[in-house]
């Protein structure tokens, strides 16, 4: 939930994100299927909430959450729902950019959802007082870090990191994808994986692949050094 990445490469859509939490924290159940009313969702559960920072359904929509908006935010608990549970009522609603628009978030901490349909690319943010949605073109490649735990700085030079990634590879595959994010690039505070003194960890690294018939759910513990791979068929998706 800390750092993600969207990559449009020959058909497909591949979402990445890396996720950072105190070691404090327990490691999240393996990725599991739910049967919403309204699709089929797969989604790794936090244990603290119940919640996810990371879902796909079989609309061939994915949601993945960020911590804090456009600033790091003086934390004001409690908070009525957690981020991670509103993730979840965004995907399962029957249209997740106009359910994010018109919900009530007051009371929600300040959040980010990369929130992927077919053919649309949107950036959500919930600042704590207002909602702002922007769409980004589909068939390009972005970066975001979380305001939270990176400075203006650190998150210009990981996009600066990503952006020669991009040149370098062309068009680079799933695994390639992977393979940046499970980098400390030789700075565990401020590398995609980060191991911080704080006690600030890289827990997972969790990606989906999309294309016109599938979704391909990966997730990695890299605490208790698992794998589990998914495969969810997609209905009227319409990749581009």
Sequence with gaps: MCTVSFVSVKGKKIITSNRDENLQRETASAPAFVQLETAKIIFPKDAKAGGTWFTASDKAVVAVLLNGAFVKHIPEPPYRKSRGLMLLDIIGSEDPLLFFNEVNLAGIEPFTVILYQPGYL????????????????????????????????????????????????????????????????????????????????????????????????????LLKHQRFTEIMQVHNALIN
Excluded: C
Aim: charge should be negative; charged fraction near 25%; glycine fraction near 4%.
């Design 122 to 221: 949107y950036e959500l943010r919930w600042d704590g007082n207002r909602a702002h949605s922007t769409s980004l073109n589909s068939s390009g490649n972005y970066i975001w870090s979380s305001a939270t735990l990176y400075t203006d700085e650190i998150i210009r030079h990981r996009k600066k990191l990503f952006d020669e990634f991009i040149d370098r590879s062309k068009d680079p595959a799933a695994d390639l994808i992977f393979q940046f994010h499970n980098n400390n690039n030789e700075d565990d505070e401020n590398g995609f994986i980060i191991n911080r003194k704080t006690g600030m960890k890289t827990f997972s690294i969790t990606q989906a692949i999309v294309d016109q018939e599938q979704i391909s759910f990966l997730h990695t513990d």
